[in-house]
């Protein structure tokens, strides 16, 4: 109980809530962009993980190059994703698309199940497993990588968003896809980038997280998981609300797991989920519906 | 300049638009007048590509666009101020005129920069305001960034749907005066009003719709000068109508 054993694992859960709040952007983006929610968003950080873990320990790639491989391939992923799962569909109601998704998701687990067996692989780290001594606070080196990078990549979204005018038209696609198109804005080509970025996205989460997980094609499900909730009780479709929603799981869990219960780790998520939508059904950050209409 | 002959659109089964025909000659303000469900706003959304449709011809500039995808359509030239005003809500005042210019292809920063400074002489508080967001605003500052956002295409024709619709009646007159001002400087417009006299006011021509067909089409003078005008569309009881339908319209829209 003593301040370092919680530093460490303020830091712990910092980690793992960036890794959540990664995969929670790209649910809100895709979703604010056509108004569905990507089942297969938590895929989009496990192809990545296997992606790199060939590169890696099959083609003795350098961690950098691989880094650079798996971002275009997910980039490229992004586009097919978007051409097979959405496109044909995306002048159908909602559900079709949904359903699309789950479909996809399903394949791609099985798909990597295909490609490189049911056995756990593991990522070579890229930093030390010697623990880092802050002034008697042992910190995983891994971790102080997956929040700084997730700390640019937010640093780039946020840049990106605000002072770009591809940015703009991307926001103003998502808000308004009609005035958008009058206004002579390439709206199939914004959610073709939405795409892209989401699962470039999933790409940082899945290369951040592969090191300290075994990379397994059920990891994308429970990252989807929690990240879907994270969206949620930040409150769905706002974008500082995936993000501190994640972050604010991932404290949790880690506190949660223990004090409470190790054995339920992966319970309180949901029971936050719970709360939350109980008593405050906006999320953090959300809106309340009736200001939308 | 523009020429719509013989358009029919559909929503689904709904014969929204029975074979209209119309014109505006370059430099005019044309007004498309008529009540609710006429079938105005359908044939402003046909021209600009939103629907398609199953029958008849759009020109512009001679070119048949009939068909065309709304953004090709927003890159030849024509900019659409749609009813409702439709301002990006979580966008600020500037990023809304920015995007505004999208269609504009090769086109100098500082051009930009000239058209956005003559577009805040015209509605100071938009410069103002630039910052806020689009949801901050009220509906007349709504409405001046919607024209102003339609200025910035630099299009050679705007078309503006319902531009009076629910507001103050001083901003009413603000709005078509603005609207005579952009027309002095050389944009041909073809605006949509239920508010029938102050249209024609200013307008050099006007088309009557009722349930989707052509019923009138003749000089704004003219027009104004119409028995059966002033009876449906221009008289006080016109006027009492129409202001009963707004309040519907806007409950409805609420």
Not at chain 1, 273 to 281: A, C, E, K, S, Y
Request: net charge positive; proline share 3%; with cysteine.
């Amino acid at each position: 109980m003593d301040w370092s054993t919680n530093l460490q694992m303020v830091v712990a859960g910092l980690a793992m809530g960036s890794i959540y709040a990664l995969v929670a952007l790209g649910f809100v983006l895709i979703f604010n962009a056509v108004n569905v929610v990507n089942f297969a968003q938590g895929e989009f950080a496990m192809v990545p993980a296997f992606v790199a873990v060939w590169l890696m320990s099959y083609l003795n790639l350098s961690f950098a190059m691989t880094c650079v491989i798996t971002v275009v391939f997910m980039g490229i992923f992004g586009i097919v994703f978007e051409r097979i799962a959405y496109y044909p569909l995306r002048n159908r109601s909602f559900l079709p698309v949904i359903i699309s998704t789950i479909g996809v998701g399903i394949f791609l687990k099985n798909g990597a199940q295909l490609i490189f067996g049911a056995e756990p692989l593991s990522m070579p780290r890229p930093t030390s497993p010697e623990a880092l001594n802050f002034f008697g606070v042992f910190v995983d080196p891994q971790y102080i990588v997956i929040i700084l990078c997730t700390l640019a990549l937010l640093g780039f979204q946020y840049f990106f968003f605000e002072k770009t005018m591809l940015g703009k038209k991307m926001l103003a696609t998502a808000q308004d896809k009609q005035m958008a198109r009058l206004l002579g804005i390439r709206v199939a080509t914004m959610i073709a980038v939405t795409f892209v970025y989401s699962s470039i996205l999933g790409a940082a989460a899945g290369i951040l997280v592969g090191p300290i997980f075994f990379v397994t094609k059920d990891m994308g499900a429970m990252i989807g998981v929690k990240a879907f909730c994270s969206s949620i009780v930040g409150g769905f479709g706002s974008i500082p609300g995936a993000i501190l929603g994640g972050l604010f799981l991932g404290v949790i869990e880690v506190f949660a797991a223990y004090y409470v219960s190790s054995a339920y780790r992966d319970a309180f998520a949901f029971i936050i989920l719970i709360l939350v939508l109980l008593l405050r059904p906006q999320g953090i950050f959300g809106e309340k519906i009736a200001e939308k209409a | 300049m523009l020429e719509i002959k013989g358009i029919e659109t559909w929503y689904g089964a709904i014969q929204a638009l029975k074979g209209i025909s119309l014109d505006v000659k370059q430099g005019e303000i044309v007004a498309l007048l008529g009540a609710n469900g006429a079938g105005k706003s359908t044939t402003i959304m046909t021209v600009t590509g939103m629907l398609k449709p199953a029958k008849g011809r759009i020109e512009f500039l001679g070119q048949d666009i009939t068909g065309m995808e709304a953004e090709e359509i927003a890159e030849i030239g024509i900019a659409c101020v749609p009813e409702g005003r439709r301002i990006f809500p979580g966008l600020t005042v500037l990023d809304n005129l920015m995007l505004g210019a999208t269609p504009r292809k090769r086109v100098s920063k500082e051009e930009i920069q000239k058209d956005l400074k003559r577009i805040f002489g015209i509605f100071p508080q938009l410069e103002e305001f630039k910052g806020r967001l689009g949801w901050q605003l009220s509906g007349g500052q709504l409405q001046m960034l919607a024209i102003g956002r339609g200025l910035m295409a630099n299009s050679k024709i705007l078309l503006l749907d319902e531009p009076s619709l629910g507001l103050a009646p001083v901003v009413v007159q603000e709005v078509f005066r603005v609207i005579q001002e952009i027309n002095k400087a050389g944009t041909t417009i073809l605006l949509v009003e239920q508010n029938a006299r102050m249209a024609l006011l200013i307008a050099n021509r006007g088309f009557v719709l009722e349930t989707g067909r052509v019923m009138l089409a003749d000089t704004a003078a003219n027009l104004l000068a119409n028995e059966e005008m002033k009876q449906h569309y221009l008289g006080a009881h016109a006027h009492i109508k129409e202001a009963r339908q707004r309040r519907r319209d806007e409950k409805a829209g609420a």
